[in-house]
């Protein structure tokens, strides 16, 4: 008897250093100092999220979040002005979103085995100058960087992503994404005055995509771009993008006083308007296939002629001014081309339509191509299906561990009985 209530204690005893532990390592913690951290450091796995908010301590210069592993719900560090250092030394893995923001003083993020978040947000970080993922991003459903001291994109991996902005980050030099293939919305501006761009992989857009400010790009492999793209506020020489066949939406060069050459030998189909604005073109060529524009037709400068040689339907308006003397119209009102009404088609133009002008010209069918132009543009990822699922599988896993804990009860308890 005295044998099976000493065991009874025992079992009992362990139930409850299991439920304490189980506790300990779910739900979602607020972090207000280290000891929280502390806490659940033997924790591989977090069952719900993780906040550090408002945290206003002085003293709090550095935090060190060890031991944790997974988080499957989301990790956020907010609006802690003394803070310099968040480290998460053993995180491979977060559910929901990993958000960094409004922290003016954090100046390092080391996360050297992070592999896989539910959406990437670093913004407001104006002492943040390198990312530190050593073991690169490999998964993102989304990613925005926004007003950070960074110096170059790098250990971001993903081969997929859907809203990729990077912008108002006013010291980005380098944006290298070697691995991505496909996104649905690109968004890269108001950065440092002349970024490189390298998306060598990136064969499919399925939105905007709007480059701004940038020096040089490589995008050779785009295939297909079903939103608007747009290369606006540009130090570009060239565009070449040799196995582009349609895009969707509208289709611009503006303010890219630079550029002289565009190649696109295979596009066939411009859905929205195209739009050539304030560029170095001598003529406006590289264009062989195109047949079809499906906005306005606009295209501003010092060029002396237009080679369009497949164009046979423009289903917008018509604004073709040129400065220069030996400009020549390749079109005629007659020849059924143009289907809009309105129709300017001049040379020897000494004052050029105003670029927010062209700008809303440059929209034709397609309000989206006004928005991609915008420097302010913004996304903000969502991963509430994350963290609602990853609560979801908390709470079951919650009820059933529960259930075996009172199962566990009810035999000590007729143990102890007997």
């Not at 060190?64 to 997974?70: A, L, R």
């Not at 059933?400 to 009985?417: R, Y």
């Amino acid at each position: 008897m005295l044998f099976f209530k000493s065991l009874s204690l025992s079992l009992l005893f362990l139930a409850s250093r299991v439920l304490a532990d189980d506790n300990k390592c779910s739900g979602d913690k607020n972090v207000t100092a280290q000891s929280d951290l502390d806490n659940i450091s033997s924790c591989s796995k977090l069952d719900g999220s993780l906040y550090v908010n408002n945290l206003q301590n002085s003293g709090v210069t550095v935090l060190n979040i060890d031991g944790v592993k997974v988080i499957t719900g989301d990790v956020e560090v907010s609006h802690s002005q003394y803070l310099q250092t968040v480290n998460f030394q053993d995180l491979e893995t977060v559910s929901g979103k990993f958000s960094i923001h409004d922290n003016t003083r954090l100046n390092s993020l080391p996360a050297p085995k992070l592999t896989d978040v539910g959406s990437l947000d670093l913004m407001v970080l104006p002492a943040l100058q390198h990312l530190q993922f050593n073991s690169g991003i490999k998964k993102a459903g989304d990613v925005q960087i926004v007003d950070t001291n960074l110096e170059d994109i790098q250990g971001i991996d993903v081969t997929s992503v859907k809203s990729f902005n990077i912008n108002n980050n006013k010291y980005i030099e380098s944006i290298d994404m070697p691995q991505l293939e496909t996104a649905q919305s690109i968004n890269i501006a108001s950065n440092a005055r002349k970024v490189d761009v390298n998306f060598s992989k990136l064969a499919n857009v399925s939105g905007d995509t709007n480059f701004n400010g940038i020096s040089n790009v490589f995008v050779g492999n785009l295939k297909s771009a079903k939103g608007s793209l747009g290369f606006t506020d540009t130090t570009l020489n060239n565009v070449s993008l040799p196995y582009l066949t349609s895009v969707s939406e509208s289709l611009y060069f503006m303010d890219s006083q630079d550029l002289n050459s565009l190649s696109l030998p295979n596009l066939t189909t411009v859905g929205g308007s195209l739009t050539i604005n304030n560029t170095d073109l001598a003529k406006i060529s590289g264009f062989p296939k195109l047949n079809e524009v499906g906005g306005g037709l606009t295209m501003l400068g010092n060029y002396s002629y237009v080679d369009l040689p497949k164009l046979t339907d423009v289903r917008g308006s018509l604004l073709l001014e040129s400065k220069s003397s030996n400009f020549t119209c390749p079109f005629s009102k007659s020849d059924g081309v143009i289907k809009g009404n309105d129709w300017t088609c001049k040379g020897e133009v000494s004052s050029m339509a105003k670029s927010s002008e062209v700008s809303a010209t440059a929209t034709g069918s397609s309000d989206s191509s006004a928005s991609a132009t915008s420097s302010s543009m913004s996304y903000s990822g969502s991963s509430d299906s994350h963290g609602k699922s990853a609560s979801s599988d908390s709470g079951a896993s919650t009820v059933a561990f529960s259930a075996g804990i009172v199962g566990i009860v009810t035999l000590l308890g007729a143990a102890l009985s007997l």
